[in-house]
């Protein structure tokens, strides 16, 4: 049943991407369960901003996914990919409102298992979360200039809520290589987040030019 479902987005994402606008209720359907629960994830995660929901944040996910104007995803796997960059930039930008009008968070700059268990917990203040993940950003877009491969299994685990084995199948790599780029993205983003935050300013950069492709 799971092969048959993931055949039929398949086929439904290359109909998409041949111009088919007919199929996007279809596809819809197909994705939507998952997307959802991609999306609880990161409610979990978020769950001290009352503001945040689950459906709105799968159907604000799915939009800005089908409106691109290259949809170029390949397999079921690979559209959840582009997916969880969406997410990311979705809560990035609500960070970034949420720090904007309330300042004063003074978060503690974690590894990135420590601050998903962290969020997990409801261990933060929203000024916190707002902050945890403003900085998380840049020192992440800085990261994808040189490892724009680990930079994706970042957004895969962390803002798509992506098992190991999902991000390999995804990404096309294997299970270990996904393992070495986490460990080596661990250890980049904390020395950068700790450098970050230790006094330079991030002003409020946009996003858009990193925006999901």
Same mark, same amino acid.
């Given at each position: 049943?799971?092969?048959?479902?993931?055949?039929?987005?398949?086929?439904?994402?290359?109909?998409?991407?041949?111009?088919?606008?007919?199929?996007?209720?279809?596809?819809?359907?197909?994705?939507?369960?998952?997307?959802?629960?991609?999306?609880?994830?990161?409610?979990?995660?978020?769950?001290?901003?009352?503001?945040?929901?689950?459906?709105?944040?799968?159907?604000?996910?799915? $939009?800005?996914?089908?409106?691109?104007?290259?949809? #170029?995803?390949? #397999?079921?796997?690979?559209?959840?990919? $582009?997916?969880?960059?969406?997410?990311?930039?979705?809560?990035?930008?609500?960070? +970034?409102?949420?720090? %904007?009008?309330?300042?004063?968070?003074?978060?503690?700059?974690?590894?990135?298992?420590?601050? +998903?268990?962290?969020?997990?917990?409801?261990?933060?203040?929203?000024?916190?979360?707002?902050?945890?993940?403003?900085?998380?950003? %840049?020192?992440? +877009?800085?990261?994808?200039?040189?490892?724009? +491969?680990? %930079?994706?299994? $970042?957004?895969?685990?962390?803002?798509?809520?992506?098992?190991?084995?999902?991000?390999?199948?995804?990404?096309?790599? #294997?299970?270990?290589? $996904?393992?070495?780029?986490?460990?080596?993205?661990?250890?980049?983003?904390?020395?950068?987040?700790?450098?970050?935050?230790?006094?330079?300013?991030?002003?409020?950069?946009?996003?858009?030019?990193?925006?999901?492709?």
């Amino acid at each position: 049943m799971a092969s048959s479902t993931q055949d039929t987005v398949t086929e439904l994402l290359v109909d998409l991407r041949g111009g088919d606008d007919e199929v996007v209720d279809d596809l819809f359907e197909e994705v939507y369960t998952e997307l959802r629960h991609r999306a609880r994830g990161q409610r979990k995660q978020w769950k001290g901003d009352p503001g945040l929901r689950t459906t709105a944040l799968a159907h604000e996910a799915y $939009v800005k996914l089908v409106r691109q104007e290259e949809q #170029s995803w390949e #397999s079921r796997s690979h559209f959840f990919a $582009v997916a969880s960059r969406a997410m990311r930039h979705i809560l990035v930008d609500r960070a +970034r409102k949420q720090r %904007a009008q309330k300042r004063g968070g003074d978060a503690q700059i974690l590894s990135l298992e420590a601050l +998903r268990e962290s969020l997990n917990r409801d261990q933060a203040t929203t000024e916190e979360r707002s902050e945890m993940l403003v900085v998380l950003d %840049a020192a992440l +877009r800085r990261f994808e200039e040189e490892h724009e +491969r680990a %930079a994706r299994v $970042v957004e895969c685990r962390f803002f798509g809520d992506m098992t190991i084995e999902e991000t390999a199948e995804a990404l096309g790599i #294997s299970g270990s290589t $996904v393992s070495r780029d986490w460990d080596l993205a661990q250890a980049w983003l904390y020395r950068e987040m700790k450098r970050i935050h230790g006094g330079e300013s991030l002003g409020d950069e946009s996003t858009d030019r990193a925006s999901s492709n």
